[in-house]
């Protein structure tokens, strides 16, 4: 069982900058592809990027490409995400997810990560 925690929410003025973090239990977590979806009030949880075990391989929705880059730290055991470029309409819990796979999982479909951490919130004010 992978354990996933989230960290590094809070308030950001639209335009300003946030980095979240997801810190896993997992030793072997380099086997793990690692993906980041966020859920607004009143609205389905929706994907926001994702990438490879190794780092390699990153995929990022429509909506927040060019203004998040997600990166890990397989030697710390977790993932980042980093958000530019705020908009309130990035607001809501975001959270973390993992599958073991040395694949990149090139899909916004949560369904294919088995493990998830418990969210934090990140409000963006305009």
């Known amino acids: 069982q992978v354990q996933l925690v989230e960290s590094g929410g809070g308030l950001v003025q639209a335009g300003g900058s946030l980095t979240l973090s997801c810190a896993a239990s997992?030793?072997?977590?380099?086997?793990?592809?690692m993906g980041w979806f966020r859920q607004a009030p009143g609205k389905d949880r929706e994907f926001v990027a994702t990438i490879s075990g190794s780092g390699g391989g990153t995929y990022y929705a429509d909506s927040v490409k060019g203004r998040f880059t997600v990166s890990r730290d397989n030697t710390k055991n977790t993932v980042y995400l980093q958000m530019n470029s705020a908009k309130p309409e990035d607001t809501g819990v975001y959270y973390c997810?993992?599958?073991?796979?040395?694949?990149?999982?090139?899909?916004?479909?949560?369904?294919?990560?088995?493990?998830w951490g418990q969210g934090t919130q990140v409000t963006v004010s305009s």
């Open positions: 997810a993992a599958r073991r796979t040395s694949l990149i999982i090139v899909s916004g479909a949560a369904r294919y990560y088995d493990y």
């Open positions: 997992e030793r072997t977590f380099a086997n793990y592809a």
